[in-house]
Nanobody
Framework: EVQLVESGGGLVQPGGSLRLSCAAS????????ISWVRQAPGAGLEWLSG????????NYADSVKGRFTISRDSAKNTMYLQMNSLKPEDTAVYYC??????????WGQGTQVTVSS
C-alpha cells in the first residue's frame, strides 16, 4: 500500500523559512519521480515542484521558483521542500503526490503552512 506522510508545516512569519518532508512507503521510491502540490484556502490545487527518480532533474512553478528547493534522499525514502522567503500567499495545505505508471495518483494527508505576522 502506497503511503505518503508529510510533516514540517507550521506558523511562520513573512520572510521566514520552513522545510517540509514527505516520507514515502509502499513503492520503489528510488525508481520514481514525485512532486509537491498545495491548496490555498478557497483555491484549487496548485502544482509546485517535481523531482525525477535520480534527483538530477527538478522543475518549479513560477510562483515558487527561486524561493523553494525540492530534494530527495532515496536512502531514507523521503522528499523535501525547503521553503525560503515565505509570503502570506504561500499559506496553504501542502501535499506530496506520487503518480504510478498506470496513472493512479497517491496523496499524503497534507501539512498546513501558515505565513502570518
Amino acid at each position: 500500500e502506497v503511503q505518503l506522510v508529510e510533516s514540517g508545516g507550521g506558523l511562520v512569519q513573512p520572510g521566514g523559512s520552513l522545510r517540509l518532508s514527505c516520507a514515502a512507503s509502499g513503492f520503489t521510491f528510488s525508481d520514481n519521480g514525485i512532486s509537491w502540490v498545495r491548496q490555498a484556502p478557497g483555491a484549487g490545487l496548485e502544482w509546485l515542484s517535481g523531482i525525477n527518480s535520480a534527483g538530477g532533474y527538478t522543475n518549479y512553478a513560477d510562483s515558487v521558483k527561486g524561493r523553494f528547493t525540492i530534494s530527495r534522499d532515496s536512502a531514507k525514502n523521503t522528499m523535501y521542500l525547503q521553503m525560503n522567503s515565505l509570503k502570506p500567499e504561500d499559506t496553504a495545505v501542502y501535499y506530496c503526490k506520487y503518480s504510478d505508471r498506470t496513472g493512479n495518483d497517491y496523496w499524503g494527508q497534507g501539512t498546513q503552512v501558515t505565513v502570518s505576522s
